[in-house]
C-alpha cells in the first residue's frame, strides 16, 4: 500500500489527480492570461515574487525565462497628460549652465518597481542618472534618465545598450528651469 502512495504523489502533484473542472478553469484562466498579458497565471505570479518580468515561454527560445529590462516600445513611453518631461534639478552647490539651449537627455529604461530603476540605474556609474517616478493611466513607473549629455556620451550609451541586447533608449530635449 506505501509503494501505491509513493507512486500516487507525482501525479497529484503535477495536477493529473486534480478534479476535471479544476483542470479546465486553470486551462480557461491560463488562456486568458496570455491573451491578454502573453504570460500565464504562473509567469505573473513568479514575476510578482521575483520582482522581475518572468516568461516561461521565453526557455523555448533559449533566452532567460525572467528580464529586468522593460519591454522594448515602438514608440517612447507616453508623459500623463498635463504632465511634462524635465530634466532633474541640478545637485546642491551645482550651478545650472547659463545657456538657453535644450540639453539632450536619455531614458535608459521603465520598470514597475523602483528597486530594479535603482539596480539598472547602478550600471551606469560614469554617467549622470537621475530615478524618475512617473504615473501614467493611474500606475506608477520608474524611470531610469541620463543627462544632461553630450554626443559622445549619447553615442556611447546607445551603444552600451545595444552591446548588451537591451531595449534602445529614447531620447528627449529639455532646457533646464531657469535657463
Known amino acids: 500500500m506505501r509503494v501505491y502512495l509513493l507512486l500516487s504523489v507525482p501525479i497529484l502533484l503535477s495536477g493529473c489527480g486534480l478534479p476535471p473542472a479544476v483542470v479546465i478553469a486553470s ?67 551645482e550651478t545650472a549652465p547659463a545657456s538657453s539651449a535644450p540639453h539632450r537627455y536619455l531614458v535608459l529604461g521603465s520598470f514597475g518597481n523602483r528597486a530594479n530603476a535603482e539596480r539598472f540605474s547602478g550600471e551606469f556609474p560614469n554617467v549622470k542618472t537621475a530615478v524618475v517616478e512617473a504615473t501614467i493611466d493611474s500606475r506608477t513607473t520608474y524611470r531610469v534618465m541620463a543627462g544632461p549629455l553630450s554626443d559622445e556620451e549619447v553615442a556611447s550609451l546607445r551603444a552600451k545598450l545595444a552591446a548588451e541586447n537591451r531595449p534602445p533608449a529614447w531620447e528627449f530635449l529639455a532646457a533646464l528651469p531657469g535657463a
Open 27 to 93: 486551462y480557461v484562466a491560463d488562456g486568458v492570461s496570455y491573451v491578454v498579458t502573453g504570460k500565464s497565471v504562473t509567469d505573473h505570479g513568479i514575476s510578482e515574487a521575483t520582482g522581475r518580468d518572468c516568461a516561461t515561454w521565453r526557455l523555448l527560445k533559449l533566452e532567460s525565462p525572467c528580464k529586468d529590462e522593460p519591454a522594448q516600445r515602438e514608440e517612447p513611453a507616453p508623459v500623463a497628460e498635463g504632465d511634462q518631461a524635465t530634466a532633474p534639478p541640478p545637485e546642491p552647490g
